[in-house]
């Protein structure tokens, strides 16, 4: 058990250390002499008693700095724009954001929507367009410089901002427990993919928002978040549990409050270009509706399957071979099956011995979209790094996981590298491998969430907190009677006992 769940005698808490309450990080730490001893003082100071300059925030903090370096450094041989014998794939250095330049005709001074489509929602279209005009303006000024490489470079930093500045979030929600976002900030698939897409904005954004919520600031948790999915929709299926858990807590006019705020701000970032460039705006939402099945999904590995265990007659198409002609079922299903994944989740919400946390839920519903969605590409991986550290921040599984993300990224720039010299790199085979490599990884992280939640005793952030951090005007708040009223008429007065402790019990609408 963390050395949190017993609070010190002058009612401060010390920081938690991986070493004694990780029993991964315990058993590998004896390879270095063993976990942090009791004598430990100076690392062992209550919160924001620190003695010495290099505290876990700061650790923290310098280690996500690093990471961020040394992606500039694997990213480094495509920045010069000049990707000759696809030095882009050789050297596992693609980015979007130097080729989309181009595509985007940002290098000719096209404005994002007015004067091109752009494939991505508003808020990132807005977020190219004043990095890249800039940039463009500066060009023409002097012919020598390398649009590209500037455009890079100028995303690279303010995208590491982002970076930066979500992992301090992290820090601030969890003051007990520093050493989790340490899990973000060395997380190989950080260094990989920070910026192969402008995924960091929505990522920066949607955890400004959570902090908020955390503050119990819903109206401003609300624009953050609808602003989040204004750059990429799924911070916008956070609030789904947001709602859930304030109606267990008979708290719903916070989570309304929340919701409406969302809706408005994400209309009105969009409405300037949604009325006079209704067909540009359209792009992104045409992509997504017309888009076949994509590499590495549920959907790709079954079409592999398809092929390897099919019918002898190369006619006859498998189901999944199918699907990815009859696109328009295929999309009804994957969002068939999201849909369910859905009311699982809002149904263990409900239902769970004690109120799950805001992040368990947030987590098992973005990685159901990512399972069951027809398009997973390898930098949306960056999506679910801030949540499973804040729903499940254990080293173990986090580790197994990014080693299969680590093994897809290899096998699939092996695919991108086939695909365009028509030289295949690995047998289709080892995609297919890695593929199902990460989405079993991802599920085994869904059940270990589901298991906690089941059995919160387990849960390490309860073990430190004494309910929900994340949780905000939620934190420590009884079920609404509605849910005691079920409980008692569906359970023994015994089994139904164990709800959220907390202040006296209030209505719906409080």
């Avoid at 404005?111 to 463009?136: I, S």
């Avoid at 020598?144 to 590491?160: D, E, K, R, S």
């Avoid at 982002?162 to 601030?172: E, G, I, K, Y």
Wanted: hydrophobic content about 50%.
């Amino acid at each position: 058990m963390s050395t949190q769940s017993t609070p010190r005698s002058d009612g401060t808490a010390a920081i938690d250390h991986p070493s004694r309450s990780d029993g991964f990080v315990r058993g590998v730490s004896g390879a270095i002499g063993g976990p942090l001893g009791d004598h430990a003082v100076a690392l062992d100071r209550p919160v924001g008693r620190e003695s010495r300059f290099w505290t876990a925030t700061r650790i923290v903090l310098a280690l996500v700095c690093l990471t961020l370096a040394l992606h500039w450094v694997q990213k480094s041989p495509c920045q010069d724009g000049a990707w000759q014998n696809n030095v882009q794939y050789t050297r596992f250095c693609y980015t979007d954001v130097l080729a989309l330049y181009y595509a985007e005709r940002l290098n000719e001074g096209a404005v994002p929507y007015q004067d091109h489509p752009v494939e991505y929602p508003v808020l990132t279209g807005y977020f190219m367009g004043a990095l890249g005009l800039p940039v463009h303006a500066l060009g023409q000024n002097d012919p020598g410089l390398n649009q590209g490489m500037w455009f890079y470079n100028l995303n690279a930093l303010v995208l590491g901002a982002l970076a930066v500045a979500t992992v301090a979030v992290l820090l601030a929600l969890r003051r007990r427990r520093p050493w989790d976002a340490a899990l973000l900030a060395l997380a190989p698939a950080l260094m990989l993919t920070a910026t192969v897409n402008w995924d960091l904005l929505a990522i920066g954004l949607a955890a400004f928002g959570l902090f908020a919520w955390a503050r119990r600031r819903p109206l401003v948790a609300g624009v953050l978040l609808g602003l989040a999915g204004a750059a990429k929709m799924w911070p916008l299926f956070i609030l789904g549990p947001i709602l859930v858990l304030a109606l267990r807590a008979g708290r719903l006019r916070a989570a309304l409050t929340a919701f409406g705020a969302a809706l408005v701000s994400l209309v009105l970032v969009n409405l300037p270009v949604a009325i006079p460039y209704r067909e540009n705006w359209d792009r992104f939402f045409e992509l997504n509706s017309t888009r076949p099945i994509d590499w590495g999904t549920l959907w790709y590995i079954g079409r592999y399957l398809d092929g390897k265990f099919g019918n002898a007659n190369p006619a006859d198409l498998g189901p999944f071979e199918w699907l990815n002609i009859n696109i328009p079922t295929l999309n009804t299903l994957s969002y068939a099956l999201f849909g369910l994944a859905c009311l699982g989740v809002a149904a263990l919400g409900l239902l769970a011995p004690r109120r799950p946390r805001l992040a368990q839920l947030a987590f098992l519903v973005v990685a159901a979209f990512l399972i069951f969605s027809k398009v997973w590409s390898q930098q949306f991986v960056l999506w679910l790094l801030p949540l499973v550290v804040l729903a499940r921040p254990k080293w173990g599984a986090f580790l197994a996981w990014q080693v299969a993300e680590v093994c897809y990224f290899v096998a699939f720039y092996g695919e991108l590298l086939g695909a365009a010299t028509s030289k295949p790199v690995f047998p289709e085979g080892v995609f297919v491998l890695a593929s199902t490599l990460r989405l079993a990884t991802v599920v085994v992280l869904c059940v270990l969430v589901v298991r906690e939640i089941l059995r919160p005793e387990l849960d390490p952030v309860r073990r430190t907190y004494a309910d929900d951090p994340d949780g905000g005007l939620l934190d420590g708040a009884p079920d609404a009677p509605w849910l005691d009223r079920w409980r008692r008429r569906s359970v023994a007065p015994d089994e139904g006992a164990a709800t959220s402790a907390g202040a006296p019990a209030r209505g719906l609408f409080t």
